[in-house]
């Protein structure tokens, strides 16, 4: 079965270093969701790509977070400089949406657990 | 504009039913579900889209009720693999965007 791979896994880091989670979409897949999860907010759009180019990225703080997609297989989430209140699990998600089918499934990857020290 | 979702935990025993309800604050274009295990990624589940179609997966359905503005989740003769926290993700505006807000999740227990 496709996957869609996260990396690291795990990241324990200090206040003010910069972090950077990796993300494999599903092959063919041509739309790319960051989400954070806490248990306080649940779920959280951060930012989202379509054919690369980004499309939304309001639910992100522009100041110290930043993401990317420097080609088709990788897309990129930074902080920097982090914060423990950016500790949580980020989840990485890919579909194919084309507007005559609509809606399609998101299919997550297993996510990256930050913890900020 | 995040949807509510209530309960937030039920507790069952194996082969109890249980429903999962998800409402919105604003008109609905689609509803979908998704169901997380502890420690791993959410899995999709359905798409619900305008129509109030009910769509099936296993013993799990869900309707979709547009003038409500929700979307029911229904788990029939539940199985200890029904365990995990569901979330409902909503999507305001047709245009392929994909964008989902999710729900905080309704956290489901099934006990021998």
């Known amino acids: 079965d496709a996957r869609v791979t996260q990396t690291p896994r795990h990241k324990v880091t200090e206040m003010g270093q910069e972090v950077t989670m990796r993300c494999q979409p599903i092959?063919?897949?041509?739309?790319v969701f960051w989400y954070r999860q806490t248990m306080m907010q649940g779920l959280e759009l951060l930012a989202y790509f379509r054919n690369r180019a980004p499309l939304d990225d309001s639910g992100m703080p522009k100041d110290r977070f930043s993401a990317e997609m420097p080609d088709a297989t990788l897309a990129t989430l930074k902080i920097q400089p982090s914060e423990p209140r950016d500790s949580a699990v980020y989840f990485c998600a890919s579909g194919l949406v084309r507007v005559a089918d609509g809606n399609q499934p998101q299919h997550f990857g297993d996510g990256t657990r930050l913890s900020i020290l | 504009q995040q949807p509510v979702q209530s309960p937030q935990a039920v507790i069952l025993r194996e082969g109890e039913d249980a429903v999962i309800n998800c409402s919105s604050s604003k008109a609905l274009y689609s509803v979908h579900w998704y169901r997380q295990k502890h420690g791993e990624a959410p899995v999709f589940l359905m798409i619900?889209?305008?129509?109030?179609e009910q769509k099936g997966h296993e013993k799990i359905s869900a309707s979709f009720n547009e003038k409500k503005q929700q979307s029911s989740l229904y788990l029939t003769a539940s199985q200890l693999s029904y365990s995990g926290t569901y979330f409902c993700g909503t999507e305001i505006t047709r245009g392929g965007s994909e964008k989902l807000v999710f729900g905080k999740g309704t956290k489901l227990t099934v006990n021998p």
């Open positions: 619900l889209l305008k129509g109030g």
């Open positions: 092959l063919g897949h041509n739309t």
